[in-house]
Each structure stands twice: as C-alpha cells, then as structure tokens.
C-alpha cells in the first residue's frame, strides 16, 4: 500500500461514517421530537465555520420541585466545518455534547456543557491541536424567535494537555435551532 493511501482512505471512512449518522438522524428525526440547528461562525483563526447539529432536549419531570423546572437537558450531535481557503485544506469535526440549559420566563434561555469532539486533522490553519480528539467547552445564550430560537455561542476546543502541542480552537458563532 502507498503511504499516502491509508490517510486518504481513513479520511474518507470518517466522513462516510459522518455523513450515515446524519442521514439516520434526519430520517429518524420526526419519530424522535428532535431540533435541528445551523450555525455559522468564525474560529480563532478567523476562518469560517460552519455546523449542523440535531439537538433532543430532556425536560425536568413534573413531580420535581418548582425551582427545577426551568432546567433542561440537552443532548447534542454536531457536525462543524470548516472550509479551507486559497491552498488551505479543509477540516471537519464530529462532535457529541451533553449541555445543562436554563430557560427563564421571557424563554430566553443559558446553556453551558461539556463534550467530545472529532477532528478529521489534528492540523488547523496556525494551530495545532496535538491530538484529533478533542474536549470541547461551550457556552451559550438564544432567545426565541419565529418557529425556534436564536443562538449566540462561544465553544473551545482543546485536548486538555493529553498530547502536545495543545494550541487548542475557539470559534464563536450565530445558529437558529428550530423543531423538524
């Protein structure tokens, strides 16, 4: 086998695997209640993003006491792209993240939560992230709007020293979730 071949071929066995998780949840989406969002954003390395996400959310039960049940569950699977430009080759992560959401009266709502990202390159553009795998933080707010809502979110990347180097990634982004 060439050298250059096994990289070629595991690249696109990640992305087959990607694009088969997407498709079954999509298909599946309607017998699930789930919400599906699209973000567009900007990393630190001021290239553009771009994710898809579906999203189920766990809401308090009942019987808990009142000052629960603003609290939410939400359950994430994402999918963030990120073209390249000019001769820059493009990646791509496969995220899984559970985040804790806060929705007040008004519906605006806070979320945070921690999860596990993907990547299909360890290299970015100026960054280096030691490991394909990585953690990934996330902080967000949304209000809503129309049939969904509005989401700001702030998400870092990194692999939490595991591997050096650990140059780690922000990326900040606009999204708008809404029910499928």
Sequence with gaps: MRPGRHKSTRHWHGVMIIVLMLGWGTAMASDWGLETSLEGGVSNEESPTMTLSLHRGVTAPSWLPGVLQPWSLQLSGRLLLMPGRNSE?????????????????????????????LFLDAKLRDSELGTAGQFEDRLAVGWPWRNGALHLALTHYSNASIKAPNDGLEVFSLGYRWRL
Excluded: Q, W, Y
């Design 89 to 117: 080759k493009s990646n791509a992560a496969l995220i899984l993240a559970p985040a804790l959401r806060h929705t007040f009266d008004s519906g605006i709502f806070v979320e945070g939560g921690i999860g596990a990202a």
